[in-house]
């Protein structure tokens, strides 16, 4: 089975290259994030007529939303809220063999990195505490999490650790937070299952960038876990950094790819 996660930073506007995708890598569930629409506008006929009948859509105008796009059957779709907003960032539906699998859009948290004095920080940082203290709660999980969870955790995850310490994404607060979560999660950073923490890993360049390629100051913000005992199927991992050039208008972040026997 074959997992995608894509920050895809309006899925209208970039249909073209969510169907390259589908045609070129194959995947049997593509999860979406920052889909950007309403779900009476999502594009649903480009999915359907490649085979992606199964669709869980949750999503709202301009801002946020995500997508669980599936050949296999999906069951028991489900929406999360946390931080008591309803601002689509997290859904969940279970695949055929009973595993759960959450599509999650961590809130960005500003570019202030004072939760006093910037409250879209103080919101990112309560979200992951939202989770931390759900999935805790949760035993004998088999389950995926994927998506754009907007944190960096390791050193190799951003460009330049030093420079980074005080930027939103790789913060120490964000990083206890973050591992907080996933420990509460019970899971295996897939990517990192398969590339040592010493390799630099990125998954997102900034559009400020006049040359992405040149200048290579990534983030790894997008992430797939799974729970223990899936961590034994997981059978590769990969980021496809070349979308990153994808044109016309390509998102500044780029898909995350999982094969689990």
């Known amino acids: 089975m074959r997992i995608i996660t894509w920050n895809i930073n309006s899925v209208r506007l970039r249909i073209g290259l969510v169907e390259h995708l589908l045609d070129s890598v194959k995947p049997d569930v593509?999860?979406?994030q920052e889909t950007?629409?309403?779900d009476a506008d999502f594009p649903r006929a480009a999915f359907t007529t490649r085979g992606y009948i199964h669709q869980h859509i949750h999503g709202m105008k301009s801002y946020n939303g995500v997508a669980i796009i599936s050949r296999l059957p999906l069951t028991a779709p489900r929406e999360h809220h946390w931080q008591d907003k309803e601002d689509r960032r997290h859904i969940a539906a279970t695949l055929p063999?009973?595993?759960?699998?959450?599509?999650c859009y961590v809130p960005a948290g500003g570019d202030i990195p004072d939760p006093v004095a910037n409250p879209k920080f103080a919101h990112k940082l309560g979200f992951m505490d939202d989770q931390t203290r759900w999935w805790k709660k949760r035993k004998n999980h088999s389950s995926i999490?994927?998506?754009?969870?907007?944190?960096?955790?390791?050193e190799h995850d951003v460009w330049s650790h030093k420079q980074m310490l005080d930027v939103?994404?790789?913060?120490?607060?964000e990083v206890e937070k973050f591992t907080a979560w996933q420990k509460a999660f019970g899971g295996t950073d897939a990517l990192r299952h398969f590339v040592p923490d010493s390799e630099k890993l990125y998954s997102w360049w900034?559009?400020?960038?006049?040359d992405w390629v040149a200048s290579n100051r990534g983030?790894?913000?997008?992430h797939i876990w799974v729970t223990a005992d899936l961590a034994p199927r997981l059978k590769a991992a990969h980021i496809i950094r070349e979308a990153r050039g994808w044109e016309p208008k390509p998102s500044d972040?780029?898909?995350?790819?999982?094969?689990?026997?």
């Open 219 to 222: 983030r790894r913000l997008d």
């Open 36 to 38: 950007k629409v309403i």
């Open 145 to 154: 999490l994927v998506g754009d969870l907007n944190v960096a955790p390791l």
């Open 206 to 210: 900034s559009y400020r960038a006049q």
């Open 97 to 103: 063999n009973g595993t759960e699998l959450h599509c």
């Open 253 to 261: 972040h780029v898909p995350v790819v999982v094969d689990l026997k």
């Open 30 to 32: 593509l999860c979406l």
């Open 168 to 173: 939103v994404s790789h913060t120490p607060v």
